[in-house]
């Protein structure tokens, strides 16, 4: 079956840096794009950055625009979220998702989610 496990969270000050990783098993994984979602407390999953199959595509959220870099290896079976200018804003359970649907920025479009792994940015 298809797993996705996303690891690279913890606790960073304001303005620090983050990469987030993101193992794929059980699919095919050069034949999906890939989405990096974040959900804060009492907030709704949102949007963050995809990369499309063969990583030549991305696509931000506009918070992440200019700050995260989303990446892929698919010899490793792994997308990366490279995030670098850190906001208290940017607290979260970060996921990764795969892109199997056709609108690219909607939760509802992407299966095969993570379960997760914790950013927290402090002041």
């Known amino acids: 079956q298809v797993q996705l496990v996303e690891s690279g969270g913890g606790l960073v000050q304001a303005g620090g840096s983050l990469r987030l990783s993101c193992a794929a098993s059980?699919?095919?994984?050069?034949?999906?794009?890939m989405g990096w979602f974040r959900q804060a407390p009492g907030k709704e999953r949102e949007f963050v950055a995809r990369?499309?199959?063969?990583?030549?595509?991305?696509l931000y959220a506009d918070s992440a625009q200019g700050r995260f870099t989303i990446s892929r290896d698919n010899i490793k079976n792994t997308v990366y979220l490279q995030m670098n200018n850190l906001k208290p804003e940017d607290t979260a359970i970060y996921y990764c998702?795969?892109?199997?649907?056709?609108?690219?920025?909607?939760?509802?479009?992407?299966?095969?989610w993570g379960q997760g792994t914790q950013v927290t940015v402090s002041a």
């Open positions: 990369i499309s199959r063969s990583g030549d595509s991305r």
């Open positions: 998702a795969v892109h199997t649907g056709i609108v690219t920025r909607s939760s509802s479009h992407y299966n095969y």
């Open positions: 059980g699919l095919f994984f050069s034949s999906y794009a």
